[in-house]
C-alpha cells in the first residue's frame, strides 16, 4: 500500500479514517456557513460578530478540555466518542431548523455555538488519543499524518460545497447536512472491531486519586521540549488559526466577493493543508521540536505575504502556501506530542494540546475580529505574523540557553561518549 498509506491496511483505523472524513466535510460546512450567517445575514458585515460567536464556541474548551482528558485516560473512548457525536449531530440538526424557519437571531446562534463547543471539547482529546488504539505504534506517525490528510481534504470540500448549497438553497440547510454527516461516525464506532484495538492496560492506581488533572501539566512542565512546543503553539495559533474569520472578511469588504467565492478560499487554503499533511504522512523518521519552531516561522512568512496581496487571485494562491505552513506546524507538534508521551498521561497531555490550539481562538477571535473592524482586515492577518517572528525569535534565544549540549569523547581502554546538557536537547541528539 505504501508507506504514505500504510496505517490504512489496519481495518479499524480504515473504517474510522473514511467515516470522519465524512463528519469533518459537513462540520467545516457548518464553519463557513456559521461564519456567514453571523456576517453577511444576521449583521451588516460585521465582523466583530463573527468573532465574538468563534470566541463563544471556542471558550469552552480553556475550562473543560483538561477534564475531558482525564476521562479519555479512565473511560472507553469509544463510548465518549459515540455520546459526543450524537449530541453534535443534535445540535446541528436544531440550528439548521432554527435557520430554516426564518426566526435565527444572532444571540440563538450564540448559545448554539456555546453548546456545540461545550460537547467538542469532550470530543477532542479522546478522539486525538483513539488513534493510538487504532494503530501498533509503529504506525502511529502515519496514522496522526494521515488524520491530518483528512481533515484537511474536508477542509478542502467542505468550504467548496458549503458555498455552493448557500447560494443554491441557502445556509439552513448546510447545518442539516452536517448534522446528517455524524451517522457515519456513529456508525463506524459500532463497526470497529474491539478485539482488533491496539489498547494498553494502565494500572488503575495511576489513575486514582486527586488533583490528576494537574499532572499533566506537571508532566508538560517538566519537559522543556513540550513547553517549548506548547508555548509558541499557543501563541501562534491564537492570532493565526483564525482563517475563517480573516477570509470571511477579506473576501466580503476587501474584494467584495459573494459566499461562493469565500469558499473557494477555504478551498484553495485546504490544497496547501492537503499536500502538507500527505509529505507529513511519508516521513519515516518522528519530528523534532526544531521542526516545530521552523514551521512557526514559517506560518509568519506566509501569513505576511497573505496579508499584503492586492487582488483576490493573488489573495487566493498565497493561501494555499499559508495553509501548508500551518499543517506543518500543527502535524509536527501533534506528532511529537503524542509519541514522546506516556500512555498513562497521553489523554491529559493531549487535551492541553487542543486547549494550546483551539482554546487561546476565543481570545484571538475577539482580537482579530476587533483589529478588522476598526482597522482592516490586512492587519488582522498581519498581526499573526508579526506574533509568530517573534515567538520564534524567543525560541530561539531560549533554546541556545537552556540547550546548549557538550559532547565530550574519550579514546581510553573503555571509549565512550558523554553528552553533558539538558535531557531534552540530548534526545534529539
Known amino acids: 500500500m505504501g508507506r504514505t498509506f500504510a496505517s490504512l491496511r489496519h481495518f479499524n483505523y480504515r473504517t474510522w479514517f473514511f467515516t470522519a472524513l465524512i463528519a469533518n466535510i459537513g462540520t467545516w460546512m457548518q464553519i463557513v456557513a456559521q461564519d456567514w450567517l453571523v456576517l453577511a445575514e444576521l449583521t451588516e458585515d460585521d465582523a466583530f460578530a463573527v468573532g465574538f460567536v468563534s470566541a463563544l464556541q471556542f471558550a469552552p474548551l480553556l475550562f473543560i478540555t483538561p477534564f475531558a482528558g482525564l476521562l479519555a485516560d479512565r473511560c472507553d473512548k469509544r463510548r465518549i466518542l459515540f455520546v459526543t457525536q450524537s449530541c453534535l449531530a443534535l445540535l446541528a440538526l436544531g440550528l439548521g431548523v432554527l435557520v430554516l424557519s426564518g426566526g435565527a437571531q444572532v444571540w440563538q446562534v450564540c448559545l448554539f455555538a456555546v453548546g456545540t463547543g461545550t460537547v467538542a471539547a469532550f470530543d477532542g482529546p479522546p478522539r486525538m488519543v483513539f488513534v493510538s488504539e487504532l494503530v501498533p505504534s509503529e504506525d502511529l506517525p502515519n496514522a496522526v499524518g494521515l488524520n491530518s490528510t483528512g481533515f484537511n481534504l474536508a477542509r478542502l470540500i467542505g468550504p467548496a460545497v458549503a458555498g455552493t448549497l448557500i447560494s443554491a438553497v441557502g445556509t439552513g440547510w448546510v447545518f442539516v447536512v452536517n448534522g446528517l454527516s455524524f451517522v457515519f461516525t456513529i456508525g463506524a464506532l459500532l463497526a ?209 540557553r537552556h540547550w546548549g549540549v557538550t559532547v565530550r569523547y574519550s579514546i581510553r581502554s573503555q571509549p565512550h561518549v558523554q553528552i553533558v546538557g539538558p535531557v531534552e536537547r540530548a534526545r534529539e541528539i
Not at 236 to 260: E, H, I, P, Y
Not at 272 to 277: D, E, F, L, P, R
Not at 282 to 311: D, E, I, K, W
Open 192 to 400: 470497529i472491531r474491539t478485539g482488533e484495538l491496539y489498547v494498553r492496560q494502565v494500572d488503575p492506581e495511576d489513575l486514582r486519586g486527586r488533583g490528576r488533572v494537574r499532572e499533566g501539566l506537571r508532566y508538560v512542565a517538566s519537559r522543556g521540549d513540550l513547553t517549548v512546543i506548547f508555548l509558541v503553539l499557543g501563541t501562534v495559533a491564537c492570532l493565526t488559526l483564525n482563517f475563517q474569520l480573516t477570509s470571511a472578511a477579506m473576501a466580503r469588504t476587501v474584494f467584495d466577493k459573494n459566499a461562493g467565492e469565500y469558499g473557494i478560499l477555504g478551498s484553495v487554503f485546504a490544497v496547501g493543508s492537503v499536500t502538507g499533511a500527505l509529505m507529513a504522512a511519508r516521513r519515516r523518521t518522528t519530528p523534532r521540536t526544531r521542526t516545530v519552531v521552523v514551521a512557526a516561522g514559517l506560518c509568519g512568512v506566509t501569513s505576511g505575504v497573505s496579508a499584503v496581496m492586492p487582488t483576490y487571485a493573488t489573495f487566493a494562491v498565497s493561501l494555499m502556501f499559508v495553509g501548508f505552513t500551518q499543517l506543518l506546524l500543527f502535524t509536527s507538534a501533534n506528532t511529537v506530542v503524542q509519541v514522546s508521551t506516556e500512555p498513562t498521561v497521553r489523554g491529559r497531555v493531549m487535551s492541553l494540546y487542543q486547549t494550546v490550539i483551539m482554546g487561546t481562538s476565543p481570545i484571538g477571535s475577539i482580537v482579530v475580529g476587533w483589529i478588522a473592524e476598526v482597522a482592516s482586515p490586512r492587519w488582522g492577518i498581519g498581526m499573526g505574523s508579526i506574533v509568530a517572528f517573534a515567538m520564534v525569535a524567543w525560541a530561539y534565544l531560549w533554546g541556545r
